[in-house]
């Protein structure tokens, strides 16, 4: 067994002799088998790494933005909470100025035309006149049609009726009864700074063949649209020509158009709008309807504390003509009625102390009435109808048109 230990010997020994070798070789074989895999993964970590960055980089990018969306956001709510306060308040006010009469014509000082008193106290030329009330549903349309139609077909005479509730139930009637069809809200042109006759003409429909010598200036819904708009004008910045509170009359007291009709009458809405101001201010006289029930009365004598108020603090010349009974349950006044009756004497003497500005014929309710209501003038009515109307109706107007010096027209 001898040679099989010197080969063993001799494999050892080859072995050993070839070891550096093996190191030299497989040393640095290994080393750059290890470097490659090395570096493969350093550059699989970067790569790694910059992916991680980029998604870093937009997520705070996304951040930045949502932030500054955030931002806008929050600042468009707050620009809108700022605006519905504006508007609540502009809201506020106009309300406050609207129903608390009190304050509308003190929000800016008195500012008639030049020729304001001159021309109101001019004796040639119509008579202007306010059917009014703050009560809707006594009447006022009812009388202010029915006086126009005594005025022209009754006395002849030339009479421009001009509606200013954009409800547009005069203008309704009116023309429905004449048979014209109109739906655009004339009277708006007439508040105009520079409305003069020939805008007046322009506006008008003649109410012919129903009343040969009656005109009406229509009002609809765009008079409410203008009527907030001249309120906020005027409120906001106007120094206008005319200020606000006088365009009807710097039209209608203009001697040119006042000579052109005996009487010009204003149908006014149930609200202290800018068009009850302006018919208050361009009247003579004011003729005040109610219904002869408990509130009614009440609200008479309130109406006519505030249009004092407002003839003394505008030095307007605007007076009662007086207080009319209307739709009352029979000719004769019950209990209830007359008590209500009596009791408006009083109201009247908030006018002026010691005089009785009721008028003493009352309009009762007739089914004639209400059943042409919307399409004929009352006064207009055929058969025993229209002749029971006209005989209750007549001694009023006429009782209005001595008040109002209709006789004096020239
Ligand atoms: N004498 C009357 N008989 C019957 N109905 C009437 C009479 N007078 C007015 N009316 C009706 O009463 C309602 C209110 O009248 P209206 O003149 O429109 O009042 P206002 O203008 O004050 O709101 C209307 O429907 C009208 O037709
Ligand atoms: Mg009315």
Redo the contacts with the bound molecule.
Sequence with gaps: MDWLKSVVEWVIAAFMQSLPIISYVIGPLIAAVSFYFNRKDRRELMAQAEALGRLKEEVRGSQMQLEEKDQALKGAIASNDLRSRQIEKLDRDLRQVTTGASELWKLKSNRPFVRYREWAHDPKGARVLTVG?LK????????AANLAAYISEKRQLPVLLVDLDYQG?LSNMALLSAGKEETESRVNRLFEPGASLATVVAQEVHLAPKLNRGWIVPASYPLAQLENELLLRWITDGDDVVDARYRLAHLFLDPDVRRKYAAIIF?MP?RLTMSSINALVASHHIVV?TVLDKLSGEAVAQFLTLVKVLKEEMNLSIDLAGIVG??TRTEQLSGIESDIFNSLRDSGEIWREGVDFRFERT?????A??RA??EEF?WLLSGQDGEAFRQVFAPLAEQICARIKLDEWR
């Design positions: 009330n809707g549903g006594v009447g006022k349309t009812t009388l139930s149908d149930p309807p209307m739709l309009i009762p309710r007739r089914v009435v209400a209501a919307g009352a």
